[in-house]
Each structure stands twice: as C-alpha cells, then as structure tokens.
C-alpha cells in the first residue's frame, strides 16, 4: 500500500544519497571549473563525509525536543539552503564549506527519519518501513547519479546541486503536509542523550558498522580499476556496471526489511556480514572473468543495503531512551567505515599488489564485524 507519509522519507532519503554519490561523476568538471587536480576535487567527497560525522549526534541532540516532523522540515531546508550555496560557490574554499554544511543534517534526517517511520508502522512491520526510507538512498544510485552526472557532464553541475536543493525543499513541504505530529520521546534531554555513549552495546554495534560495513567500501572504493583493469571493461562500462550496483542495492533493501521483521536483528546483522566475507573472497578469486564480477557487483550492492535495516534496529534497541540519537549515530558509522574503508583498502595498492587486494582487507574488515556482532548476541542471551 502507497503511505504519503514514508514516502516523503523517500524523497528526502533519494535527495541526500544523491548528493552523497554525485561528487564522484562529476570531479573532471568540478576540477575545471576551480582550476584544482582531481585529487584536490576528491576533497569534497572527503568534507560532506566529515560533515555527515559531526553533525549526526549534534542535530540529533540538538532537536531531540522538537516535534519530529517540525525537525525533518527544518533539517531539509537547512539542507536546500547548503545546496543553493553550492550551487553558487565562487571559489574552491567557499565550495569546501558549502559541503561541509550540506552534509551536516545527512544523519540526523536519517536517524530522525527511522524513528518516525518505525513509530507510524503496523505492528511488526517497523523494518519495512524504515526500508521504504532507506529505499531512496537505492534509488539516488540507481537513477539519480547516472542521470545527474549526465547532466553535469551536458549543462553543468551547479545545475545538479539546484536540482538536489529544489528536491530538498519539496521534501520540507511534504513532510509539512503530510506528516502528522509526531512528538519527541517524554522526558527527553541532552544530558539524558549523552548518556548512551556509556553502554558498550552502542560502541559495539558502533564498532560493527564503522569496522564490518568498511569491508564493502574497500571493495567499492576501488570498483573503477577492479572493473577496467582486472575484468578488462571499457570506462564507458563503469556507468551500467554502478547501475548493476545500485540495482543490487535496491533489492538489496527490501530483503533486508523482510529480514529484520522476521528474525533478531543481531542474528540477521551476523549473518549477512557472513554473507559479505564470502563474496568479497569470491571476488578476489573471480574478478578477472567477466561475468562472474558482474553478478558479484550485484550481490555486494545487495548485501551491502541489506545490512542497513537490522544495524538501524540493533542502535535503536541499544539507545533505549534516546532512539533518535542512536539511530542518527548510524549514519555518522557508515561514513566512518567509508573512510576506513577506502584508507585501508588503498594500502596493498600502495605496496604495488593488485586491485585485487582490498578486496582481502574487505574479508578482514568484515570478519571484525561478524566478532562483534557475536559478543553482542552473547550479551543479549546474557540478559535475556
């Protein structure tokens, strides 16, 4: 059934991934345009990532006593407002900062988001509401960045970033008309929030997201030279192989819904982190056929987005008291596995080994998630 409601989530949840991914098609004509290397360009990816960081627990924290609908409107107008600067951006240091802002209400949305999808859903269905706002995030890969980067390679890329800010705004006027009131959670406050970071269920899962979840950027950070120089694909490939990807993580999300309602999220999180252990193994073996790479992009895109729901779960269920927080903190640790990720999946290559290889810190990466998450499942069979 077609909800209004979750499906303003969307339309937000597609205008933040679409950012989020965009500045990597479009460095060539972001370099150009303020006279700097790609490298330097690439400091833009690097910015709106530290934004996500920071401004997670602080907007969440921030705006934990506000009517929840009220704070999704004014987090997606202070994120068209970052969008319309970045259009606009005169120089290289103003479009850093510019970045930097537009990633700042990232998290918060998110987590915010989660709650509010999970408080208007049927009983038992919490996971697949969350999934129909994550879904845009699935979609931003699958349609939004190909197309976005078309158009910045066509027209120009401030005119991408005025899209993503009209879609910012129309996204506040949605959840203003459509979203009922949602108020925060009785006896809510900054000292109760901080509180969380005590428990060391939250720095576990925490751990697992920035730890486990950087075994798949490892792998996707250096998909490009994987692709073109192992698989021996075109360039002109890498846009329907991303595609494949996003498709993969499309799908990808709603099995992750379908399971997160029907098993613990701990056990489900284990799993599929299992899961991704063993296709990143089969990559480094497989990447040089053609084929067996393609199917493999699908399924890492898939296991990848459907890890996203059951971590969301686990946080919330670890910030008891102070959910919005928590689910905001996922955000800001995968951003931190993003970095970690592609940091320590760019070593060996440093050494001179193949592109193969992160895909072997993957493995590892992974591996410390799936520890984790086992010392959270004894934790909870402790308590029960």
Request: proline share 4%; net charge positive; glycine share 12%.
């Amino acid at each position: 059934m077609f909800d209004k409601r979750l499906y303003c989530l969307t339309l937000g949840g597609f205008g933040i991934g679409l950012t989020e991914f965009i500045a990597m098609g479009l460095l060539p004509e972001l370099s150009s345009t303020f006279s700097v290397t790609i490298p330097q360009a690439g400091y833009l990816i690097s910015i709106y990532a530290l934004g996500v960081i920071i401004g997670a627990p602080i907007f969440a924290a921030l705006l934990n006593r506000v009517n929840q609908n009220r704070a999704l409107v004014w987090l997606m107008l202070f994120f068209a407002v970052a969008h319309a600067a970045t259009a606009f951006a005169p120089n290289f240091g103003m479009m850093i900062v510019a970045r930097f802002l537009s990633g700042l209400p990232h998290g918060a949305f998110f987590g915010i988001g989660a709650v509010v999808a999970a408080k208007t859903a049927e009983e038992g269905k919490a996971g697949k509401a969350i999934s129909v706002m994550f879904m845009g995030l699935a979609l931003a890969n699958v349609i939004g960045v190909p197309i976005g980067t078309y158009l910045g390679h066509i027209f120009s890329w401030r005119l991408v970033m005025l899209i993503i800010a009209v879609i910012g705004l129309f996204t506040a006027l949605c959840v203003k008309l459509w979203i009922p009131d949602v108020p925060p959670d009785s006896g809510a406050s900054l000292r109760k929030d901080l509180k969380i970071f005590k428990r060391l269920d939250i720095w576990l899962v925490l751990g697992l997201l920035c730890i486990g979840f950087g075994g798949f950027f490892a792998w996707i950070s250096y998909i490009n030279p994987l692709a073109t120089q192992i698989a021996k694909f075109s360039l002109t490939d890498m846009v329907w192989i991303l595609v494949l990807v996003g498709i993969g993580m499309l799908i990808g999300n709603s099995l992750g819904a379908i399971v997160a309602d029907r098993m613990k999220p701990a056990i489900a999180t284990r799993r599929i982190l299992l899961l991704l252990v063993s296709l990143l193994l089969s990559g480094y073996f497989l990447s040089d056929y053609p084929i067996p790479f393609l199917i493999l992009s699908v399924l890492l895109g898939g296991t990848a987005f459907m890890i996203i729901i059951p971590v969301q779960m686990l946080l919330v269920q670890a910030a008891k008291g102070s959910e919005t927080l928590g689910s905001a903190l996922g955000q800001a640790g995968f951003n931190v596995g993003n970095a970690l990720g592609a940091f320590l999946g760019g070593i060996p290559l440093s050494m001179g080994y193949s592109f193969r290889s992160p895909q072997l810190v993957g493995v590892g990466l992974s591996l410390v998630g799936v520890i984790l998450t086992s010392v959270i499942i004894k934790r909870e069979g402790q308590r029960v």
